[in-house]
């Protein structure tokens, strides 16, 4: 069973709108907890990183928070745009590796 | 620009062929990755590497072979003995394996068999 676990899987909104995307995880123990995002055919790019302190992180329209007790982190974006079609990936890290989540896909239509 | 560069962008493997991927970068990171992305999966670790002459497998090593023999450049070859090699192949690089910085992905590779 994947130790990261990101829902849903896809996902459909009009530009606009908000929405906001879920990742669980039973990694332990834990370090840190970051979201990136990847175009189609691209490689992915950090958007945010949360440790165990932080519970919210705002990077533009996009805020992250983490619940380091119920092992739960949710990406928000905000006043979506078409730019924002993509898919978001959740990666943990415990001591000495990464663990990545097979992402959400979300799709922005005007 | 730093960044990492992978080629080619599209590749074509025929039976019993082996292919090698290239990834160079120009951020002066010490430690390299090569990973595998099969859709509705999370990212799988091929190999990586912490130092140039020297690298570890990951989780998904069979089939696979790398050289790190500049800091600069961690190519990927996929041998005949990978038996389902189609996919798209991301290499990244950062400071350090346990460093909090972020990895810097190149724009991936796409593996098809002829």
């Known amino acids: 069973k994947n130790q990261v676990e990101q829902s849903p899987q896809s996902l459909i909104i009009l530009e606009g709108k908000n929405c906001t995307l879920q990742c669980n995880y039973t990694v332990s123990p834990f370090s840190n907890l970051r979201w990136y995002k990847q175009d189609t055919g691209r490689g992915p790019v950090s958007l945010t990183i949360?440790?165990?302190?932080?519970n919210t992180k705002s990077n533009g329209r996009y805020t992250a928070t983490l619940d380091a007790d119920t092992k739960q982190s949710s990406l928000h974006i905000t006043a979506s745009q078409l730019s924002d079609s993509a898919s978001y990936i959740c990666v943990v890290r415990d001591e000495n590796d990464m663990r990545f989540g097979a992402g959400t896909r979300l799709t922005v239509k005007p | 620009d730093g960044g990492i560069t992978q080629s080619p962008k599209y590749l074509f493997r025929k039976e019993g062929q082996n292919v090698t991927l290239s990834c160079e970068q120009n951020l002066n990171h010490d430690a390299m990755y090569w990973y595998r992305q099969d859709p509705g999966q999370g990212l799988r670790l091929i190999y990586y590497s912490q130092i140039v002459n020297d690298f570890q497998k990951g989780d998904i090593a069979e089939g696979y072979s790398v050289s790190r023999e500049k800091k600069e450049s961690f190519p990927l070859t996929v041998t005949s003995a990978q038996k389902n090699p189609t996919a798209f192949y991301l290499c990244?690089?950062?400071?350090?394996?346990?460093?909090?910085?972020?990895?810097?992905f190149g724009d991936g590779t796409r593996l098809s068999i002829l």
């Open positions: 990244a690089s950062s400071w350090g394996r346990r460093s909090n910085q972020p990895q810097h």
């Open positions: 949360m440790t165990f302190s932080e």
